[in-house]
């Protein structure tokens, strides 16, 4: 069986020829942003054409091996083992498939909040921001940890984390909103089942090939010392950064200050870039949002979402984790907070991602 229609694979061999015909003109890297562009978009390309090729190649694998069973040459349970994986590459690319939109191949920046309830919805904080750096690593994306603020005896308060690689925002945009935690609290002297929130909040990171209009008026910055608690920990230079935005939205005029502060490196100037980078995701995102917004359907879909809805329950006692939206639930906790949230995710595309494109 092939699969090249589905994904329609034919038309991107063909595109990709041509978008690697332009990167070869003499003076193409004399023009950094729109070479950058055009060398994402090849990637991007290849990176379809590549995971077709291994898909076509192991159902060619598994074909041939099942004439093998019939001959006795191999086990029943290598055949398994075969068409296991050659489900988890058809699912791979079938989930790829449903990121169609414009912003759905970037980046993405991750802000997680703890809620009301002190050190435990601190530490349910800081079981999140494992959760996703771990799925970081298992997707191969680089995670870096753009601010981040410890919690007062356990956890953190609050963690932005700046996700790169293809299709990151496509993928978490379906992490945004509440996540409810049910458990025994190890911060609890009579061992009571207690309830904590953490909100969790999703853009897109854009870079350099994407304008995005920044008003330097509007501008301004503080500077502060990042580090540790005391001791050679100390960053005795002002190297941490606070950047204020004055945004006025273009659309209703209402007014609101945008905050981000940047501790992710000891170099202030590279602070102040990765804060940069951060406010034109987040301009970005809000001009996304009103396109979003004037579409009726893809706003009912919103709904379901809004900061401050819950999205998602984990039941640690129960051994439960049901995503609300979807009613898509498993018991594989440990396997979750490792990172395994694909199940998740997969079931919110297959739910909304038609309607987003309509």
């Not at 229609?5 to 038309?11: L, T």
């Not at 690319?93 to 414009?102: A, D, Y």
């Not at 909040?113 to 959760?131: C, F, I, P, V």
Request: proline share 2%; glycine share 8%; hydrophobic share 35%.
């Amino acid at each position: 069986m092939r699969w090249g229609g589905i994904f329609d694979i034919d038309s991107k061999r063909v595109e990709v020829e041509e978008e690697e015909l332009r990167t070869h003109v003499p003076d193409f890297w004399e023009h950094q942003k729109e070479a950058q562009a055009q060398m994402k978009k090849v990637k991007e390309l290849h990176q379809w054409i590549d995971g077709y090729d291994e898909l076509d190649k192991a159902v060619g694998e598994l074909q041939l091996a099942w004439d093998f069973l019939k001959e006795g040459l191999v086990e029943e349970s290598e055949i398994d083992t075969m068409y296991a994986s050659v489900m988890e590459k058809i699912e791979a690319l079938e989930l790829k498939n449903m990121l169609r939109r414009e912003e759905d191949s970037l980046g993405a920046v991750l802000k997680i909040n703890s809620g009301a309830g002190g050190t435990e919805s601190q530490d349910w904080a800081s079981m999140l921001m494992r959760m996703y750096l771990r799925w970081c690593e298992a997707k191969g994306y680089k995670a870096s940890i753009a601010n981040i603020l410890e919690g007062d005896e356990a956890g953190i308060k609050s963690v932005t984390i700046d996700v790169d690689g293809a299709f990151a925002y496509g993928y978490l945009k379906s992490e945004n909103g509440v996540h409810r935690l049910v458990r025994v609290s190890p911060y609890n002297a009579q061992g009571k089942r207690m309830t904590s929130f953490a909100s969790v909040f999703v853009t897109p990171l854009v870079d350099d090939t994407i304008e995005v209009k920044v008003d330097p008026a509007a501008l301004s910055w503080d500077t502060f010392r990042s580090g540790g608690a005391g001791g050679q920990n100390v960053n005795k230079v002002e190297s941490g950064v606070r950047l204020r935005y004055q945004f006025v939205d273009p659309y209703t005029g209402e007014k609101e200050e945008i905050l981000i502060e940047n501790t992710e490196t000891r170099d202030q100037p590279k602070n102040k870039e990765n804060a940069m980078r951060q406010l034109r995701s987040i301009l970005y995102d809000k001009e996304l949002q009103h396109r979003l917004a004037e579409q009726r359907k893809i706003e009912d879909g919103k709904m379901k979402i809004e900061w401050g809805s819950q999205i998602r329950s984990y039941v640690f006692d129960d051994r439960r984790v049901k995503d609300h939206r979807t009613n898509w639930q498993t018991s594989d906790v440990n396997g979750v907070m490792d990172g395994d949230i694909d199940g998740f995710i997969k079931a919110y595309l297959m739910e909304f991602a038609a309607e987003s494109e309509e």
